[in-house]
């Protein structure tokens, strides 16, 4: 099946430090959705984001609407421990989520 | 918030034979609800999207003799992983969808031995 392509495929920072993924797609979207997933579980909404240029926040997370509806951005800020794990774009069409690739984050001591 | 419930959240069976895995909505009635199956390392790849009443419907290449899906209720879906072998072995994930919100269960992993 379609995948969305995320980068980077996975990130090593320091707490504190920001960050910054995209997830970009042939297909175009009218709604991406940004979700975290800690190992062993489902993935749990972060983000839902519905309009072309829209950008949403909820708390330190930031992300974006493409105005070609074919990207999305995220943006954490001021990263912290658990912030840890892997985080998946997915864009919604015909009523069913394609998701990307995954970014996983690692937050070095 | 509206919460999905996955059951079992691990399983280990013989290869050969048959695991059911329960997905319910708890606050909320579900019309449609999704199979994933995510391998290590990977991302999530829908299987099957399950209809209450009527038949799911499969994605390109996924058996539908092998991931028998029934959703008898609006709160709760049901896939069978028929005549399991060791390659069946992966984490299986069910999503209900709430209006515009889809919610995930916490999965299930499924060992084939």
């Known amino acids: 099946g379609q995948q969305l392509n995320q980068s980077p495929q996975s990130m090593f920072i320091q707490e504190g430090e920001d960050v910054s993924m995209n997830c970009t797609s042939s297909s175009i979207f009218n709604t991406w959705l940004w979700y975290k997933q800690d190992p062993g579980e489902g993935p749990v909404l972060l983000i839902a984001l519905y309009k072309a240029g829209e950008l949403t926040s909820n708390g330190r997370l930031t992300a974006q609407f493409g105005i070609t509806r074919k990207d999305s951005f995220l943006n954490i800020s001021a990263s912290i421990p658990s912030d840890v794990g892997i985080y998946f774009c997915?864009?919604?069409?015909?009523?069913?989520?394609?998701f990307g690739t995954g970014t996983r984050l690692t937050i070095i001591p | 918030g509206a919460v999905v419930s996955q059951h079992p959240s691990w399983v280990i069976c013989k290869s050969g034979t048959s695991v059911k895995i329960e997905c319910r909505s708890l606050?909320?009635?579900?019309?449609?609800m999704f199979w994933y199956r995510q391998f290590p390392k990977q991302s999530l790849m829908l299987m099957a999207t399950s209809n209450e009443g009527s038949k799911a419907t499969y994605e390109q290449g996924v058996e539908k003799d092998k991931f028998l899906i029934n959703h008898a209720s609006l709160t709760l879906s049901t896939l069978t992983v028929t005549s399991a072998h060791p390659e069946d072995s992966s984490f299986y994930i069910c999503?209900?969808?709430?209006?515009?919100?889809?919610?995930f269960g916490s999965g299930t992993r499924l060992t084939v031995v």
């Open positions: 606050d909320f009635q579900a019309t449609t």
């Open positions: 999503s209900a969808r709430d209006l515009a919100a889809y919610t």
């Open positions: 997915a864009g919604l069409g015909n009523e069913k989520l394609t």
